[in-house]
């Protein structure tokens, strides 16, 4: 009896032959296949797209930082509760100058005078647009960049000349300065200034895009400016920042150092990136979306492949084939359609990714993590999805499936 036993007991599959046997509902329903496996790969490709490019941003962020340096310290009045403009002491930038770690100082100055293409645009035409007294140290200190032609030096600074921000070129009408032709004039007040230059935007302080810099001495002359400043740039070694930081206050205005305003412009810029990525969780739950309707749609096909095959799983079972090898067989199937879906998704997330980050010049970051946390998921709807179909398989009896 034992002989009889063992001579008639189930052959005990390798995962090489659960692996084939799943294999075949795929080859034999190609179609059905692709569309269930899309549903999977649209949910993994989104995983990925949502938390690739977040990383690409973070990492180009990273490097923009560091190339604009995390060492600038930006100080201006505080908010006056009368409305009034406030400026800061004359003598401010000097005294900052003069702390120990601080390398360069700049300062602005609104001279809160209208701009305007020329005497016979409206008055309104400039509205928006600052005309700003400016230190010739200020592109140095804020790394900024010439779009075209250049900044005030020493001698320009003294004379009507003024360069323009990039949206307020654009808002002129001046978006270029041609070598060889001669240089627009845009009219400040009731006074012409020749343009010098064009600045690139300067992330910094987006704040002078939308302004025109003319010299503290031009703007004295020509002006009436009272050369008190109302925002200072300080440079100044990193690790002292903190500590120039909290005697800023005092230094710039030691009558009233509550009314001086100390701020990191690397922080406004690094809110601003990570405010811009807020939308990430909610393409992230998105994803998550198109995964259960994924997993769904295996379900489906699996229920119906096992409709479809009863006479397959009729004659495996008169063969001699165990209820746990029929249940194998359908939860393998089940798993490597979601695993054939984990890994386009990931493919298409990852290209998605790398053509996002290049059209904007930003390094590609693809995280393991993502990745692998995708392809897991992917496997695990695969089990869920397979272990209701594959057990409604295991539990046809052998007549009943050769019948139908």
């Known amino acids: 009896m034992k002989t009889v036993d063992r001579a008639t007991r189930p052959v005990r599959l390798t995962p090489l032959d659960l692996l084939a046997l799943g294999l075949i509902g795929l080859r034999t329903r190609k179609v059905r296949a692709v569309l269930s496996a899309l549903g999977i790969a649209i949910g993994i490709a989104t995983i990925v797209v949502v938390t690739g490019i977040p990383a690409s941003s973070q990492r180009n962020l990273m490097a923009e930082l560091s190339a604009l340096g ?94 323009l921000g990039s949206a307020t070129a654009t808002r002129l009408g001046i978006p270029d300065l041609r070598p060889g032709e001669p240089p627009p004039q845009v009219l400040v007040g009731r ?74 412009p690397s922080d406004a810029l690094a809110a601003k990136r990570a405010t811009a990525n807020t939308f990430s969780a909610l393409f992230l739950g998105l994803a998550v979306v198109a995964l259960l309707v994924g997993g769904v749609g295996v379900a489906n096909t699996m229920v119906i492949s096992v409709l479809e095959r009863r006479p397959e799983i009729g004659l495996r079972r008169a063969l001699g084939a165990s209820r746990g090898q029929i249940r194998g067989q359908f939860l393998t199937e089940s798993v490597v359609l979601s695993l054939l ?41 695969g089990v869920v999805a397979g272990v209701y179909p594959s057990m409604q398989a295991a539990r046809l009896p052998p007549a009943q499936a050769l019948a139908s």
């Open 191 to 264: 006074q012409w200034f020749t343009v010098r230059g064009i600045l690139a935007p300067v992330p910094l302080s987006p704040d002078l895009d939308v302004a025109a810099i003319i010299g503290w001495e031009s703007a004295a002359t020509y002006l009436h400016f009272d050369r008190r400043p109302t925002v200072i740039y300080v440079r100044t070694y990193e690790p002292a920042i903190e500590q120039v930081r909290s005697v800023l206050q005092a230094t710039v205005d030691p009558a009233n150092p509550g009314q001086v305003r100390v701020s990191l």
């Open 70 to 163: 995390t060492d600038v310290l930006q100080v201006s009045p505080a908010p006056s509760g009368t409305g009034e403009a406030v400026a800061l002491p004359a003598q401010a930038p000097a005294m900052v100058a003069r702390i120990g770690p601080v390398r360069q100082v700049a300062a602005v100055a609104n001279t809160h005078t209208p701009l305007r293409r020329s005497d016979q645009s409206a008055e309104g035409d400039g509205a928006g647009l600052a005309v700003l007294a400016g230190s010739p140290d200020l592109l140095p200190v804020l790394r900024a960049r010439m779009h075209s032609g250049s900044f005030l030096d020493a001698t320009a600074a003294k004379l009507p000349m003024i360069v």
């Open 341 to 381: 879906g984990g890994f386009a998704g990931t493919l298409i997330g990852a290209a998605a990714t790398a053509g996002y980050a290049a059209w904007l010049g930003w390094p590609v970051v693809i995280p393991a993590s993502a990745a692998l946390a995708g392809l897991g998921g992917a496997a695990l709807i």
